[in-house]
Every structure is written in C-alpha cells, then in structure tokens.
C-alpha cells in the first residue's frame, strides 16, 4: 500500500453492501446505505499519550475486519479504488474470525 496513515489512523476497504434482498428484490445504488465494516488495509504507528509523549501502539493490524461509526472518516480514492481513512475513535468494534 503506498498510503501511510498518520497517529492513530486506519485504512480501510469498505465491504460491498448486497445488491439484492433475501425475496429476490435488486436494491438501486440510491436505496443501499454506506457500509460501516470492512478490511483493514494500513494501520498508523498509534497516538502519542498527553502525559508521557510516549507512543500508545494501535489495537488493530492489517487484515482485521472492522466495524466503524456511519459517519465516521474520511473517503479517498487511490489507484481507483475508494477507501476510507478513520481514526481509532471511528472504529466501533473488531470483528472476530
């Protein structure tokens, strides 16, 4: 990845969301909601602490897959392909293999 994210910041391919309901029904690119989980593809060295300066290393490394706020982040396109840029704070939850 040519992208190194900065402190405690994580990049991310979202999952596609479905294209298409249980019942058979193609869902419309207007009608899907932004996905909120998806691949961990760079992690930053992690966010110094106030008190010591000391860096705080991150909780998350490459491959995780990631469940993130709605609105969180930032949304970049590299080498054609749309990922998001989120804070530590964004991530909500790690999802477990």
Same mark, same amino acid.
């Given at each position: 990845?040519?992208?190194?994210?900065?402190?405690?910041?994580?990049?991310?391919?979202?999952?596609?969301?479905?294209?298409?309901?249980?019942?058979?029904?193609?869902?419309?690119?207007?009608?899907? /909601?932004?996905?909120?989980? !998806? &691949?961990? @593809?760079?992690?930053?060295?992690? +966010?110094?602490?106030?008190?010591?300066?000391?860096?705080?290393?991150?909780?998350?490394?490459?491959?995780?897959?990631?469940?993130?706020?709605?609105?969180?982040?930032? /949304?970049?396109?590299?080498? !054609? &392909?749309? @990922?998001?840029?989120?804070?530590? +704070?964004?991530?909500?939850?790690?999802?477990?293999?």
């Amino acid at each position: 990845m040519k992208l190194q994210p900065l402190e405690d910041r994580i990049v991310v391919r979202s999952s596609e969301p479905e294209e298409m309901t249980v019942s058979g029904l193609v869902i419309p690119d207007t009608a899907k /909601e932004k996905p909120q989980q !998806g &691949e961990v @593809l760079a992690v930053g060295p992690g +966010r110094r602490a106030e008190q010591t300066g000391e860096v705080v290393p991150m909780d998350l490394k490459v491959g995780d897959m990631v469940v993130y706020s709605k609105y969180g982040g930032t /949304e970049i396109t590299i080498d !054609g &392909e749309d @990922l998001l840029i989120l804070t530590s +704070r964004d991530v909500l939850a790690k999802v477990g293999k």
